[in-house]
Every structure is written in C-alpha cells, then in structure tokens.
C-alpha cells in the first residue's frame, strides 16, 4: 500500500519504519531533510511538500507536537488537504486537545477526506519494539481499514469511540500518569526525608494494592537518578495543559491534576523541561531542602 | 479629540458618556445598533462600520468580551486606521493576544494599547476605576487625560502585554481573595458560628479587605445576584492559568482557585456572582451533613 508519514521524529520514526518493514511504499516529508536519513535503506520517496504526499498516498499517519502543527501540516497551505484525492484517510497520532482533533476531522470530512485520531502511549521504547497502546477516535468503518498497519506499531488497539474519543483517552492516560509520577517522586521524598530508603519502600510497595507500572519503572528510574528521556517533562507539561483546558471548557473539576500540572510548570520553568518526567522528584527535593 | 468607542456594555457606556462628558468628539459602532441609543441622544455619532469609524477617529477605544472579539476588531480597524492613531484597548484579554496584537499594528505605524480596568459598573459609572496599561511610555502624553475622565489610578505597567498582565496578577489575587472568604463563611457555619460577625470583627483586624466588606456581605446575606458574573472571572483565571503555563511558573493556589471555579460553572451559576464560590464548597459537604 502507499502510505505517507509525515512527522519523523522520535516516535515518528520507528513507526514508518515499521510500516517500510511490513512491506509498504512510504512517502515522506520532512522540513529538516536529515529527518529523511534513516530511510535510504527501504521503499520510501521523500517529496517536496505534505500535498505532494497526498498525491500519491492512499492512507497518511501524522505525527507531530500540537494542535497548531497538525492543523497546519492537514489543512494549510500545501497541506494535506490541498493534494489529496477523495477517499484519502488521515490518521493523527499526535496528541492533541479532543476539540481540536474533532474540529480538524470535521474540517477534512467536508473536502471527503476521512480522519482518525489515533494517540498512542508507551513511548520512544514502545514505538520501536512495536508495542504501543493506540487509542482511537472515529468511524469504525474507516478503523477497520486502518487496523492492520496499526498492527504493526502496537500491541493494544483499541476504538475508543467517534472522532476526538482516542484524544480524550490519552487525556486520561496523562491525567494517571502525571499524577502517579507526581505521587512516586512525593513517595519517594517523603521515605528519604524521613530517614527511610526509597529503594526499599519501592520494594515493598510493588507487592501490595500500590504496584503499577509507574512504581515499578518511574520508581526505579528515580532510585538510579537516571534523568534522561524516555518522555520529555516539557511534553507531559503540554499534555497536562490540554487536559486543564478541556476542564475548563467544560467546566470540570479535576483538582489533582491541576496541582500536578502545576508542578511540571515549575519543571519546565526551572530548566528541566528537557529531562524525563521523573525530575519531579529533583523539584520536591529541592522545594523541601533549606534554601542555601 | 476624534474618539472612537466599540463595546457599549455595562462598562462601556459609561466609559463613553464620560469622554463625551469632556467635550470629545464621539463615535460610536456596535453589533446591536440599539445599544448604541442613549449615546446617540446624548450627541455621539453613528459609524456604519467599525472601519469607518477607524477612517474618522484619531483613538478607537474598545471594550469588549475576550481575546477573539478584540482579534475579530482589529482585523476589521488595522486597514482603516492612519498611521500615528491608537486601538486602545479596554477589554481583558491574554497579554499574549495583546503582544501579538501590537506586533502586528506596529508593522502598519499604528499603536495598540493595553489597558485593562478594574472597579467593575460601579467604577465605570463613577469614573474611579483602576486602570492598568501596557505599550510605549511615549503615549502618555495623549493617552493620560483621557484616562483621567475614566479612573483614579492609572498606571504604565510596562511594554505591550503589561497591562494584561497587570489584571492577570489583579484576577490572581481578587478572586483568590473571594474563594478564600468563602472558605472561611464555610468553616464558620460548620463550626455553628454566624459568619456575618466572623466578618464584622475580621474587617476591622488584619484580615480587613474590599473582598471581604463587598462578597464576604453578599455571602452572608446569601446574596448570589450579580456583580461581575461569575462566568467572566472564569474567563479571566483560564487566561491567568495560561500565562503561567507559558512562563513555566508554579501557581497552586491559582490551581486550586481555577478547579473551584471550574465547580462553580459545572454547577450551572456562571451568569451569577462569584460568591457562589461558597456553594461550591457546599456542595461539596452539603449542609445537611452539619
């Protein structure tokens, strides 16, 4: 199949890698041409602009940072829309606000063009062992078309419900992981503050009601001060804004969330922005410590 | 001066009469042309479009909702207006919107300016509203008699957005201010205590402030009729939540304060005073468990 994949970034990448790999002719667009390296290896065509891509593309995945860049990439000039031909699918793996998402499915339907939102979690590691969790909003229709080369990207996937539904699941996806991250860096500080290991609290903890998988893999990534990415502060900050916006759009009470995306605004604004999410424990460290 | 004025709300017009009131030559456009009435009777004249009253006015005031109707305006002005002329804008909007905006007038040689008020009606009405304003200082000159009609305290916060940021940090700390009276009525009355005596001794101690004379007496008299719709300080604090998300800067208890207001909207009383803050937390541990 001719499949077009714009947004070649750390998730971006592996992922049309793994669609190169399934047998498929990619087409690529790129604004930075060394986004286009990894792929002189496999079938794939780089083309001048995304509307090129829509000229010769049956289905086209996205993955780039915000509402404003797919919005751009789908719909502005030389964009998606403006190359592509009746029956084109557009699947959008970004993770952006839910309204934005229904507004640009909507947008795209009235020029025949058919839209998935399709947000993923697992990160960097789960992009390239092809076991992320997609989260789907749309027809079911167009999902069932999509499903197999979904197949080769992830390990859950999942119609969530119609268009906007996959980026409402991320939200809450985000809204559990910001808070769990927040309450195991809180955790871990307190154990240390107290005069407690950490290590042997994460332990313990991992047998009992409070296991999960931030425990089990934030926690130890905490305990070794391993700060490096896996998934940006920075991100998890936007991701967190979405949900708050949402909440406010809807009028919407989410009060641990909104303590949490507080504290990734200090995260951010101390310098941060670029290590993991897990530097939340370096933040209540330094917020509990006597000023020097 | 030739002034334009668009946004004849409960702010604006008595904003309007007042420059009128000082000799000014009025006029005035608005998406309703009725609202436009009792200035028109007073001598104001009419623009048949916001450009048009661009092409006549030197200054075109505006007072209006948010950062998309001041964007729509200008978009409609920033043809019409000749180089050297003013927006000034009244309204309360993003200080990034308003940054934007004055990027994009200062490419034509016109000037936007920021200057967000605070007094609400009854400031308006009786021209001692605060009156905070971001862009050049150079603009005082001509900017500050007519302030002077408007408000009591007028004040150059700084560069473009300063203004908007001004309010933002006002929003901040007023309605932190409500939330808190609130909490504290809440705490009274579950302890058994009349809060309208909590209030009457706390006035007169440390603790004393116009948030707590003006709402502190509405909640005690369960009185939830507007003032400022409550619906507008939600409007104002998602903007002041943004800010601080854009500049990476902690705000908890403007998180805390966002998630009651948030409350208040899901519970239906936007268009009522923000003192239903304390029914928010009521709602929370209902009266009837007391």
Not at chain 2, 34 to 41: G, R, T
């Amino acid at each position: 199949m001719n499949i077009g994949f714009i947004g070649l970034g750390l998730m971006g990448r592996p992922l049309a890698l793994h669609l190169a790999r399934a047998g498929h002719a990619l087409h690529l667009w790129a604004r930075r041409p060394a986004s286009l390296e990894p792929f002189k290896d496999v079938d794939a065509r780089a083309h001048v602009s995304a509307a090129a891509v829509a000229r010769h593309a049956e289905i086209i995945f996205v993955m780039v940072a915000d509402a404003p860049d797919v919005r751009a990439v789908a719909l502005e000039e030389d964009g998606i829309a403006s190359g592509a031909r009746p029956g084109l699918i557009v699947v959008d793996m970004s993770t952006i606000n839910p309204n934005a998402a229904r507004e640009i499915g909507a947008e795209l339907a009235a020029k025949g063009i058919e839209f998935l939102d399709a947000p993923v979690s697992g990160g960097e590691i789960g992009a390239i062992n092809a076991a992320l969790t997609i989260m789907v909003g749309g027809k079911p229709e167009v999902f069932e078309k999509v499903k197999p080369l979904f197949e080769t990207m992830g390990k859950s996937i999942t119609l969530i419900g119609a268009s906007g539904a996959g980026q409402v699941a991320k939200a809450c996806n985000q809204i559990l992981t910001g808070v769990g991250v927040a309450a195991v860096a809180e955790a871990f500080n307190f154990a240390a503050k107290s005069g407690v290991d950490p290590a042997r609290v994460r332990e313990a903890l991992l047998g009992g009601f409070a296991y999960s998988k931030i425990l089990e893999n934030h926690g130890q990534r905490m305990l070794d001060r391993n700060f490096k990415p896996g998934f940006k502060a920075w991100m998890h900050q936007k991701d967190l804004r979405i949900v708050m916006e949402e909440a406010h759009r809807l009028g919407l009470m989410l009060p641990s969330a909104a303590a949490t995306a507080q504290l990734f605004n200090a995260i951010v604004g101390s310098g941060m922005g670029e290590e993991d999410s897990v530097a939340a424990l370096k933040l209540l460290e330094r917020i509990s410590a006597p000023e020097q | 001066m030739n002034i334009g004025f668009i946004g004849l709300g409960g702010m604006g017009q008595p904003m309007a009469e007042h420059l009128l009131a000082a000799g000014h030559t009025l006029t005035v456009w608005a998406r309703r042309p009725a609202s436009a009435d009792f200035l028109l009777e007073r001598g104001a004249r009419w623009a048949e479009s916001p450009a048009a009253m661009a092409r006549a006015c030197e200054i075109v005031c505006t007072n209006v909702t948010g950062s998309a109707d001041v964007e729509s305006l200008a978009a409609q002005l920033i043809t019409a207006l000749k180089p050297g002329s003013v927006h000034l804008d009244f309204s309360t909007i993003a200080p990034q919107a308003a940054r934007e905006l004055s990027r994009r007038y200062a490419e034509k040689g016109v000037d936007f300016v920021d200057a967000p008020v605070s007094g609400g009606t009854a400031g308006a009405r009786a021209a001692t509203l605060a009156i905070m304003w971001g862009g050049k200082s150079a603009l005082a000159e001509r900017l500050d008699p007519l302030f002077a009609c408007l408000g009591k305290t007028i004040v150059h916060a700084g560069a473009s957005g300063a203004g908007q940021v001004a309010k933002a940090c006002n929003q901040l700390v007023m309605v932190a201010a409500i939330e808190a009276t609130a909490e504290a009525a809440r705490l009274a009355a579950a302890a058994g205590v009349d809060f309208a005596k909590v209030r009457q001794a706390l006035q007169g101690g440390s603790a004393g402030s116009r948030v707590l004379e003006f709402f502190g007496a509405k909640m005690a008299a369960r009185d939830f009729a507007p003032g400022v719709v409550a619906r507008l300080h939600h409007k104002d604090f998602v903007m002041v939540m943004a800010e601080a998300t854009r500049q990476g800067v902690p705000l908890p208890v403007g998180a805390t304060v966002m998630q009651q207001l948030d409350g208040l909207m899901a519970a239906g009383w936007g268009t009522e005073d923000t003192s239903r803050l304390l029914c928010v937390l009521e709602r929370a541990r209902p009266a009837h468990l007391i």
